[in-house]
Structures are given as C-alpha cells and as structure tokens.
C-alpha cells in the first residue's frame, strides 16, 4: 500500500493511496462508503491514528476496483498524471529527524567537521541531524537551491 500527499489542479490538497496508475482519494472515498466514519484529510493525522484507520484504508482498497466504475465512486479516482504530489508530510510540526547510514561518506565529512575519529564515531553512534520541512520536496518535483559563494557537497536523500 502505497500512501501518499497530493494536490489536484481543481482542489486542495489531499492524501490517497496508488492503485495501479490511479490515485484513490481516501477521505472522499471513505465519506461515501463508510458515511459518519471521521477520517484525517492530512497525512500526520492518517499516522495519527494508524492503528484506526488501517483496516478500513484496507477495506476500502479491496473494494476500489470494483467501486471504479460506479456512479458513487465518481471523483474517488483520479489519474496519476492528473495529480501533484506533495512531500509525504508537507508541514510536519518539527524538523524531520535524519540518520546518516545510508551515505557513509556525507557522514565522515560531519564527523571529520566535529575533528572526531570517523571509525568509532561512525560505527559506534551514527550521526543524527535534523533538517526543516522546507528541505523536502515531492516525487518528481524539482530541486532548487540559491546561488553558492563556493562548490557544494549538497545532496539529496530519498524517503
């Protein structure tokens, strides 16, 4: 299951689900097929109550192929290319919590910047940083930095 944050040309934004190249939007298609069932517009409140909202998010992905082509899942699905995504998260209420194993060498630079021994640093306590939200963009979005005095070593991380 693949959960995401997106924005329609005709609309706010909204969080869904993938089902094939269509994107389920799951408060509107819970609002018509589980009527009275609160459920979360934004994805921190999806996480929020996860433990809730799991069976029915899989209920009612059992259900979409069949709810398709019905009148009353009109507007539930949406064409892939018809929709922005956003950042999973696009305004988490922290800066987001990152750990540097994936890349060991961006690591060493942060350890050798501290003039801390890379080795047991590295392999004893890995590196934790932080970033802001508006270091995050979309899938498929594009990047854009400020100009630079000097070369960067900036890099991009996939979540």
Same mark, same amino acid.
């Given at each position: 299951? +693949?959960?995401? *944050? ?7 934004? *909204? ?5 094939? #190249?269509?994107?389920? #939007?799951? %408060?509107?298609? *819970? ?15 999806? /996480? ?6 799991? %069976?029915?998010?899989? =209920? !009612?992905? &059992?259900?979409?192929? #069949? /709810? ?12 892939? +290319? +018809?929709? #922005?995504? !956003? ?28 003039? !801390? *021994?890379? =080795? ?23 990047? &854009?930095? &400020?100009?630079?005095?000097? %070369? @960067? &070593?900036?890099?991009? @991380?996939?979540?």
């Amino acid at each position: 299951m +693949k959960l995401i *944050s997106y924005r329609t040309a005709w609309g706010g934004a *909204s969080i869904g689900a993938l089902v094939g #190249d269509m994107v389920v #939007d799951l %408060p509107l298609l *819970s609002a018509r097929f589980r009527p009275g069932e609160a459920f979360p517009s934004t994805m921190l409140g999806l /996480i929020c109550q996860r433990g809730r909202l799991r %069976p029915i998010i899989e =209920d !009612l992905l &059992t259900q979409a192929p #069949d /709810i398709l082509g019905e009148k009353r899942g009109e507007g539930c699905f949406i064409p892939e +290319k +018809k929709v #922005d995504f !956003l950042p999973p998260i696009p305004y988490p209420p922290k800066n987001i919590i990152c750990q540097g194993v994936n890349y060991r060498e961006h690591a060493e630079e942060g350890v050798e910047a501290l003039t !801390l *021994s890379t =080795d047991t640093v590295y392999e004893e306590q890995p590196v934790i940083f932080t970033k802001p939200h508006t270091s995050m963009v979309a899938t498929g979005a594009k990047s &854009t930095t &400020t100009a630079l005095p000097r %070369p @960067s &070593t900036a890099r991009g @991380s996939l979540a």
